[in-house]
């Protein structure tokens, strides 16, 4: 089956401790995205990507980095430079056409303590 | 910016149409309207969008006003597992960027 994974479902880590989140797709899309999701929040891009070995800063991209060196794969690192990295994150991708429709992956739930 | 506003919360009796309305009284002439859900700790899923004309497909139908201020999105029969968090978002659709603006959407409860 198509689709976007990511894992681990539930991350807990230390503060001060650098995190990567894992987001793989086999749609063969070639737009991928990462947002961010607080409790009774909407969902609030962190960073996007529009083709292999490129990306660029959505509206809350502080403390966050990506790699894009897969169409399949697009991993988020949360680093300590995050003041609150606590949250839920979503990976979704597209493919690149006007009118594109979205899919995402089921989340991660990162909690630091 | 989210350009749109949604009711926060609505409820509706399974089996009982669920109008959920959304109010884009800025919308450009190059954005589509867009809706998403989202059940509880869960991805966000698609279930669709249009420009100007009323659009239906098997999971609902979206109902844009003439002046395109404002849409609602019916889903005809609801179920128990229609509840979720309802987003309506506009989209500029001349890029093939599919950035999405995510204000806080309206939580459907269906109730037996």
């Known amino acids: 089956d198509g689709g976007i994974t990511q894992s681990p479902k539930y991350l807990f880590r230390k503060e001060g401790q650098n995190v990567t989140l894992s987001c793989e797709q086999n749609?063969?899309?070639?737009?991928m995205y990462w947002y961010r999701q607080d409790p009774g929040q909407g969902l609030r891009l962190i960073y996007y990507?529009?083709?292999?070995?490129?990306?660029q800063k959505g509206d809350i991209a502080e403390g966050y980095s990506v790699s894009r060196e897969k169409k399949e794969s697009f991993p988020l690192t949360v680093t300590s430079a995050q003041k609150n990295p606590t949250a839920f994150y979503l990976c979704?991708?597209?493919?690149?056409?006007?009118?594109?429709?979205?899919?995402f992956g089921p989340g991660t739930r990162l909690t630091v303590l | 910016d989210a350009k749109t506003t949604q009711p926060p919360s609505m409820d509706c009796a399974e089996g009982r149409a669920a109008n959920l309305p959304c109010n884009h009284s800025?919308?450009?002439?190059?954005?589509?309207v867009y809706w998403y859900r989202q059940i509880h700790s869960q991805g966000p899923q698609y279930i669709i969008h249009g420009l100007k004309n009323n659009e239906t497909n098997e999971m609902a139908s979206l109902i844009i006003t003439e002046d395109r201020k404002s849409s609602t999105l019916i889903l005809p029969h609801a179920t128990l597992r229609d509840t979720a968090v309802y987003y309506c978002i506009v989209r500029v659709v001349s890029s093939t960027l599919g950035r999405l603006y995510f204000g806080r959407g309206t939580q459907l409860t269906v109730w037996p």
């Open positions: 800025t919308i450009s002439g190059n954005e589509y």
């Open positions: 990507s529009q083709i292999v070995n490129d990306f």
């Open positions: 979704a991708s597209s493919k690149q056409t006007r009118d594109n429709e979205q899919f």
């Open positions: 749609l063969n899309h070639d737009a």
